[in-house]
């Protein structure tokens, strides 16, 4: 799989930060193993998505939410689109995201999850699995600072109450002439800080290099796949890239079998500044020493404004 970092994040943070954050700047994508989610819980998610994805189609589209954003509950087949794709999506998908006590000052952001009733259990062990999803995807963004030059700690703050989205995600089965090597997901970046994927190891998931070739990215069972988003590569003035990347459809049996994954999209508070001299800034009290100003740095923008923009290009607002 090339020179893409694959870690333990069971290692010491300060043993892994360099090779995931050269992986990050060249390809914006690191595999990481040992990342401390339950294998029986993720088994009882997936087999939870498979049963909720085989309902009638009338019973999904009851938790539809209208002006949602899709942020919440179900979103049909061929909905999303990436931002200037001409075609939707062919993929359904449920979204499970932060609940919060009805008072919390960023609760207008977040509105409550809803749960099917169909399946037992549904709810607990998506809750259980968002959780740990965090608490992996905060221990991530430590190497990462660690990487930059920041405090370990550095990122905890802008992340903690974040409007972070855990997606279940079914591709149905192509059975067209055409259906070997189709687009499943068309080119995109993701617009979060960084994206946590339990489930690439069915073929299919693609970034484009630097040298604009697409390379195949395949996880060892049971792995997560990581990938920057638009916001940390904002924040970071480039440094760490957010990597076009894709779906599609494998070669052989596989192709016409129905795929699924279950992404993380880990959000900074809706609340928090993107804004990179406020990262430098943090970056040169740590070093002790002033560097010169960001190039090309883009201008404060504050994480809720970003996703709202974001999502009215890929037709979920």
């Not at 999303?80 to 499970?96: G, I, P, Q, S, T």
């Not at 802008?158 to 259906?179: E, F, I, Q």
């Not at 690439?200 to 990215?217: I, M, P």
């Not at 800034?281 to 970003?306: K, L």
């Amino acid at each position: 799989m090339s020179d893409i970092a694959s870690v333990s994040l069971s290692r010491p943070l300060e043993e892994i930060a360099d090779e995931l954050g050269r992986s990050f700047a060249e390809y914006g994508f690191g595999v990481i193993r040992d990342h401390g989610i339950d294998p029986d819980l993720i088994a009882r998610a997936e087999e939870m998505s498979k049963a909720f994805f085989a309902l009638p189609e009338e019973t999904k589209r009851a938790y539809k939410l209208e002006g949602g954003g899709g942020a919440r509950g179900y979103t049909p087949f061929g909905t999303e689109k990436a931002k200037d794709a001409e075609v939707h999506d062919l993929k359904e998908f449920w979204h499970v995201g932060r609940d919060l006590p009805p008072k919390h000052k960023l609760a207008e952001f977040m509105a409550p999850n809803i749960w099917p009733s169909e399946i037992d259990g549904y709810r607990e062990a998506f809750e259980e699995l968002y959780s740990a999803f965090d608490a992996a995807g905060a221990r991530v963004l430590k190497a990462i600072a660690l990487h930059l030059g920041l405090p370990r700690d550095f990122f905890d703050d802008t992340v903690a109450d974040g409007n972070s989205v855990m997606r279940l995600l079914h591709y149905p089965p192509m059975d067209s002439a055409d259906a070997e090597g189709a687009i499943r997901a068309a080119a995109h970046g993701d617009i979060n800080t960084i994206t946590l994927l339990l489930g690439a190891e069915e073929a299919g998931l693609e970034l484009l290099t630097k040298q604009g070739e697409w390379l195949a990215v395949a996880p060892p069972p049971g792995a997560l796949v990581v990938n920057i988003g638009d916001m940390l590569e904002r924040l970071t003035a480039g440094r760490l890239r957010s990597t076009t990347h894709r779906v599609v459809n494998p070669h052989g049996e596989a192709a016409r079998r129905a795929r699924y994954s279950m992404p993380f999209f880990l959000h900074f508070r809706p609340d928090y500044l993107i804004d990179p001299a406020s990262l430098q800034a943090a970056q040169d009290s740590e070093s002790g020493r002033g560097n010169a100003p960001v190039a090309d740095a883009q201008p404060p923008i504050t994480a809720h404004d970003f996703l709202m923009q974001r999502l009215r290009e890929i037709n979920l607002v």
